[in-house]
């Protein structure tokens, strides 16, 4: 995708990940990254990436609200709101919610995974019956703006 790209996140539906509580909300596609805003819920999680997405993909997460215990490699390790953090190529990394309130990050990714429009990817898991929310639904878990 080229040109300006300005994407209001009260507009964006979230994907469920898996059967793991975990929401993501895309959006920047670009040529050379791709950024989500990560929704997970008390209880919510990610499990760590595999040996293959480990190699693919640099992250950085800058955590909003909420908090998160991170396993990074073999550590795990708590943090909180206003945090940041790099992952370089070749460290697993996983996320669970053990708090009171949904943990909100923005998740940078370079390069970019093979990724699909909004449209796209709301016609692919409405197909295969994965978990999609509609914006209201996934405004209404976040603790800012309440």
């Known amino acids: 995708?080229?040109?300006k790209q300005i994407?209001?996140?009260a507009t964006v539906p979230g994907f469920q990940h898996a059967k793991d509580n975990y929401w993501a909300r895309p959006?920047?596609?670009g040529k050379?990254?791709?950024t989500y805003v990560a929704q997970v819920p008390p209880g919510g999680?990610?499990?760590p990436n595999g040996h293959a997405?480990?190699?693919e993909f640099e992250t950085s997460l800058f955590l909003l609200e909420g908090e998160l215990e991170i396993t990074y490699d073999d550590e795990t390790f708590t943090i909180g709101p206003e945090t940041a953090m790099h992952r370089p190529l070749g460290v697993r990394f996983g996320?669970?919610?053990r708090g009171k309130v949904t943990a909100t990050y923005v998740l940078t990714f370079s390069p970019p995974p093979k990724t699909?429009?909004?449209e796209e990817k709301l016609l692919r898991f409405t197909r295969e019956n994965r978990g999609v929310r509609t914006p209201d639904e996934m405004n209404a878990m976040r603790v800012l703006g309440t």
């Open 53 to 55: 997405e480990k190699e």
């Open 1 to 3: 995708m080229h040109g």
């Open 27 to 29: 959006v920047v596609f």
């Open 7 to 9: 994407v209001q996140l």
């Open 116 to 118: 699909e429009t909004i």
């Open 32 to 34: 050379n990254l791709f």
């Open 45 to 47: 999680y990610m499990p």
């Open 95 to 97: 996320v669970k919610n």
